[in-house]
């Protein structure tokens, strides 16, 4: 099982939709979990950190699912400008990698009229 | 503050031939990273340097060397490039978990 895995869309949504990606992650060892946003060309950029059982800001939320060892993020009410690729990322817990981040290979999402 | 720059932002090289990319970040972070980023691949680390002085290999360092000049600078070097080494490449510095990249530099070797 690969350490973090995203469905890598695309998803593509009007303009007002609720959508939802997941993402699983192998390291059960893990306690904290980021999305990161990467736009077209671009280089990523943190969206949300994951420390609990989940965080919300603003349109954003973001769920931990320690049990199934699943990460969630809900965008609410999407924009024209949340059309990216968001990047699922947990952190290597094991030997001397400890402080590296492992990032998944992402989720697109275009947002249309 | 800049962040993390990055320089050249493209480049075109031939096989064999060698280059360096530079990566400077002003917010006095210890960790350091280079990454490359290929369609369908994610991003990949390459190498990384948790501190001023050491370096270590990530998932794919073959083809690369790196050097931690002081703690803002850190350069990736190929010696002798090959057309598998187009990509993306980014640099980034962390802290606390959140690592936070350069604009990257467009690399292809023809």
């Known amino acids: 099982r690969k350490e973090v895995e995203q469905d890598p869309g695309p998803f593509n949504v009007p303009e007002g939709a609720t959508v939802a990606f997941n993402c699983t992650y192998s390291?059960?060892?893990?306690?904290?979990f980021f999305w990161y946003r990467q736009d077209c060309r671009k280089e990523p950029k943190l969206l949300m950190s994951?420390?609990?059982s989940g965080n919300e800001d603003g349109r954003f939320t973001a769920q931990l699912n320690r049990a199934s060892q699943y990460i969630s993020l809900l965008i609410r009410d999407s924009k024209l400008s949340d059309s990216a690729t968001y990047l699922c990322?947990?952190?290597?817990?094991?030997?001397?990698?400890?402080?590296?981040?492992?990032f998944g290979k992402g989720t697109k999402l275009s947002v249309k009229p | 503050n800049a962040g993390v720059t990055q320089t050249p932002k493209f480049q075109v090289l031939k096989t064999g031939q060698s280059m360096t990319l530079q990566c400077a970040q002003d917010m006095n972070h210890n960790s350091m990273y280079w990454y490359r980023q290929d369609p369908g691949m994610g991003l990949r680390l390459i190498y990384y340097?948790?501190?001023?002085?050491?370096?270590d290999k990530g998932e794919v360092p073959n083809g690369y060397n790196v050097s931690r000049l002081n703690k803002r600078e850190f350069s990736l070097r190929l010696e002798s490039a090959a057309p598998s080494q187009t990509s993306v490449y980014f640099c980034?510095?962390?802290?606390?978990?959140?690592?936070?990249f350069g604009p990257g530099t467009r690399l292809t070797v023809t």
């Open positions: 994951v420390y609990s």
């Open positions: 990322v947990a952190p290597m817990n094991y030997g001397g990698s400890q402080g590296n981040l492992i």
């Open positions: 390291n059960s060892a893990s306690q904290s």
């Open positions: 980034a510095s962390m802290k606390a978990y959140e690592q936070y």
């Open positions: 340097s948790a501190s001023e002085g050491t370096t």
